[in-house]
């Protein structure tokens, strides 16, 4: 099965870190404006998924959801949640850490996303 998200060891890193301090966490890929273009982190009551985001998948075992506009945008590409040195969005959970979630991408092979187009694996909320 091709995953749509994906993390690296040290974006697990920092989940984890998150998650025993935070507990349940949740991820959300913003479209842009306030809360930056990027992989923000929340508490699942600070923010409300609803009809127009999509859920990726799980990174850590954390629901990763992106927008359903930008999902549109970025269907054909695998978000790789990475982590950088230096300060992220304002609203994200990592925030005070000194390190930033960041979002990469790469193309899906033509093999990939003959495979994803025969899966029924994306949960339209």
Not at 11 to 32: N, P, R, T, V, Y
Not at 51 to 75: C, H, M, N, R, T
Not at 97 to 104: I, L, P, Q, S, Y
Request: with cysteine; net charge negative; proline share 2%.
């Amino acid at each position: 099965m091709v995953q749509r998200v994906t993390a690296t060891e040290e974006a697990l890193m920092l989940i984890k870190q998150l998650q025993d301090e935070h507990g349940e966490i949740m991820f959300h890929q913003s479209g842009g404006c306030c809360d930056n273009s990027a992989a923000n982190c929340y508490l699942p009551t600070d923010l409300t998924i609803g009809a127009y985001d999509v859920k990726l998948g799980e990174v850590g075992g954390v629901p990763f959801y992106i927008g359903k506009s930008q999902y549109e945008y970025w269907k054909h590409t695998q978000l790789i949640l990475d982590v950088i040195e230096g300060n992220g969005g304002t609203f994200s959970l990592e925030g005070s850490t000194g390190k930033a979630f960041h979002t990469r991408s790469r193309l899906f092979t033509e093999d990939e996303w003959a495979a994803i187009e025969s899966q029924v694996t994306l949960d339209l909320i």
